[in-house]
T-cell receptor, first 115, second 115 residues
Framework: GAVVSQHPSWVICKSGTSVKIECRSL??????MFWYRQFPKQSLMLMATSNEGSKATYEQGVEKDKFLINHASLTLSTLTVTSAHPEDSSFYICSARTENTPPQHFGDGTRLSIL | AQKITQTQPGMFVQEKEAVTLDCTYD???????LFWYKQPSSGEMIFLIY??????QNATEGRYSLNFQKARKSANLVISASQLGDSAMYFCAMRKGNRDDKIIFGKGTRLHILP
């Protein structure tokens, strides 16, 4: 079945550093990937839609200069949290969709902790 | 605007009993898709079941079935013969007709299966 790999699964870093999270579709090509953020005990909130070869589409209220998204190939999208601060600490999870089936397939998520 | 409502923040169910998780939705689009995902404490999002708005029959996947009542705009998840491993957070989600469109999630229901 469709598999999405997300790396790293856990990041702890100091305030002010930038953190890159990778999302890969392992056995299919994904023209569109999605990035979500989830705070503890809350639902997933869509941050942006990542389109291969073009600029990402950000949801209202999401700072595009803060959360840089690159979709360089049909199997890889990256989210970079720039100059991270403690309030950026959260669970970030990506998803991708195959051509032929409706559901989005999710990566295992990245727990980001900014000290 | 699209909206997903899950009115049960938490449920406790005895093992081996059936359980129904409620989900209602609101959309003006004639074509849409409905999903259920399971999120264990480890964080990954596990796809359970999908129902298209034009599907004539209710979707079933093993112990999972989706009680789709289009006129009432409800898409309840039914889990038969619940197991301890079913304890998790469950999210109902909806996507507009276009397969590349984003999906939105409800707030989730935390299900506890009691031994």
């Amino acid at each position: 079945g469709a598999v999405v790999s997300q790396h790293p699964s856990w990041v702890i870093c100091k305030s002010g550093t930038s953190v890159k999270i990778e999302c890969r579709s392992l056995d299919f090509q994904a023209t569109t990937m999605f990035w979500y953020r989830q705070f503890p005990k809350q639902s997933l909130m869509l941050m942006a839609t990542s389109n291969e070869g073009s600029k990402a589409t950000y949801e209202q209220g999401v700072e595009k200069d803060k959360f840089l998204i690159n979709h360089a190939s049909l199997t890889l999208s990256t989210l970079t949290v720039t100059s991270a601060h403690p309030e950026d600490s959260s669970f970030y999870i990506c998803s991708a969709r195959t051509e032929n089936t409706p559901p989005q397939h999710f990566g295992d998520g990245t727990r980001l902790s900014i000290l | 605007a699209q909206k997903i409502t899950q009115t049960q923040p938490g449920m406790f169910v005895q093992e081996k009993e059936a359980v129904t998780l409620d989900c209602t939705y609101d959309t003006s689009d004639p074509s849409y898709g409905l999903f259920w995902y399971k999120q264990p404490s480890s964080g990954e999002m596990i796809f359970l079941i999908y129902q298209g708005s034009y599907d004539q029959q209710n979707a079933t996947e093993g112990r999972y079935s989706l009680n789709f009542q289009k006129a009432r705009k409800s898409a309840n998840l039914v889990i038969s013969a619940s197991q301890l491993g079913d304890s998790a957070m469950y999210f109902c989600a909806m996507r507009k007709g276009n397969r590349d469109d984003k999906i939105i999630f409800g707030k989730g229901t935390r299900l506890h299966i009691l031994p």
